[in-house]
């Protein structure tokens, strides 16, 4: 019994626990003081996040219990159940109203985003299925048989249309393809092709630009307003120009914590999900910024040290999935909140309100301390 108590305290990863804790504790005095100036206060926004903290922090605990090896022999039904999801959200979901993508399902009181739990669900099926044919993962139709099963998610999403959370796929997906061997030369091929299409999107944009009706299509309303945002600065430009002005004024050490005049007078939309790295930075400034993300950066740290020294290939590729996942979400969202990177509705780990995104986080962590209780010495990359 003691052996199995010392194995479990050397092998458990204490400091990634500790840091998602930090995290969460940081987030939620964050997302105090962009919800204060609310008429109905911060208490409903507190007591979901914490709610779904306190869910997720069980489902950690019920997660280390169960070997990860048992979900790679469900991976079909992991898989099938998760496009299904996806498909139900194309069929019956509601949101567009208000952020132009149906992306939520209503069950009785209770209203969820499909795609983040759809996002573990492709990530387990995914990396069993490129475990499955490692071996062979440079042979043409192997590979192709697994970008046809990693992709058909992306198109379900991009029909809702979410394109913030299509890229998230997008993201993990080359991120674990790549990890699991793929050769470079089928790498450069598709990074020359990303480097002509991206060249030829801005010149055409640029001649497309003085014609362009806001309004006219919903993802491309988003590209516009990344690189043109004075096109539209009281619409869907608003947003961008008045979290530039929220993260300028913050200068290095912010105007203090509940002391953000652009997030206490309500200049600042979507200020507790979308855009609460510009309340951090104009409340703590450049400091509390650096500090959030040297956090984010020991996460990811450790994540990959996980993901190193698993025990096989399959809990490899479940950790690096959910590496990708947290770190697209952490430059999109961080990005776009600074201008350099198009809005696209992607929360902040940990720290952005939203219930379903905290308690999928939890998940995430309680999975990852699963794959690491199994790991040993060996590094699988070496």
Known sequence: MFKKENRFIKKFDFLLLLTTFVLVFFGLVIIKSST????????RYLRTQTLA??????VVIVLLLIDYEIYGYFYIPIYVISNILLI?????????????????????????????????GI??????????????INE??????????????????LLQPDLGTALVFVFFIIIMIFSAGLSYKYIWPFVLLGIILLIAGVIFLNFYVDDYIIGDNY???????????????????????????????????GRGLFLGVQNQYGFLPTKETDFIFAVVCEELGFVGGIA??????????????IAKTAKDTFGSLIVIGIMGMFLFHILENIGMTMGLMPVTGIPLPFVSYGGTFMLMNMFSIGLVLQVGLHRGKQDLYN
């Open 140 to 157: 043409p139709f192997i590979l192709i048989k697994i970008l046809a099963f990693a992709f058909l998610p992306v198109a379900l999403i």
């Open 292 to 305: 959030l993300i040297m956090l984010y950066a020991l996460l990811l740290l450790r994540l990959i040290k």
């Open 219 to 253: 993802m491309l309303d988003r590209i516009m307003m990344f690189l043109y945002p004075e096109m539209d600065p009281s619409g869907k430009g608003y947003q961008v120009i008045q979290s530039k002005i929220a993260i300028g004024s913050g200068e290095m050490f």
């Open 123 to 136: 990530i387990i099926s995914l990396a069993k299925f490129i475990d499955k044919n490692k071996e062979k």
């Open 53 to 58: 903290f306190v869910l997720g922090s069980i």
């Open 88 to 120: 139900a959200v194309i069929l019956f979901g509601h949101g567009a109203a208000e952020w132009g993508a149906s992306n939520w399902l209503k069950i009785g009181p209770i209203s969820f985003q499909p795609s983040e739990i759809a996002k573990f």
């Open 36 to 43: 204060m100036s609310y008429a109905s206060g911060s208490y």
